[in-house]
């Protein structure tokens, strides 16, 4: 069974952090590219940040380049976001899933930067 199983958001002060992760599970992990996306109340799901499966190679939002960093273990079929100086805008519920493939979207966690 397919599954995408996020975790690690939560409410958060301005300027501080939080560490999240995506589980896979159903499938071989290691052969594709991950991404982490966002959707904030009232907009489009947005991407966040890419990791490739072979060189590692990263790419990031401008709006999160600089303070976010993905990524990935292929031993535990787990894709992470390390997100630093969050900001009130960062307001979303995050979401993973592997890149230009989809599979079916988990429930997310839900990340709130609030003071």
């Known amino acids: 069974q397919v599954q995408l199983v996020e975790s690690g958001g939560g409410l958060v002060q301005p300027g501080g952090s939080l560490r999240l992760s995506c589980a896979a599970s159903?499938?071989?992990?290691?052969?594709?590219?991950w991404s982490w996306y966002r959707q904030a109340p009232g907009k489009e799901r947005e991407l966040v940040a890419t990791?490739?499966?072979?060189?590692?190679?990263?790419n990031y939002a401008d709006s999160v380049k600089g303070r976010f960093t993905i990524s990935r273990d292929n031993g535990k079929k787990t894709v992470y976001l390390q997100m630093n100086s969050l900001k009130p805008e960062d307001t979303a519920v995050y979401y993973c899933?592997?890149?230009?493939?989809?599979?079916?979207w988990g429930q997310g966690t839900q990340v709130t930067v609030s003071s």
């Open positions: 159903g499938f071989t992990f290691s052969p594709y590219s």
């Open positions: 899933n592997r890149a230009g493939s989809w599979v079916s």
């Open positions: 990791i490739t499966s072979t060189s590692g190679t990263v």
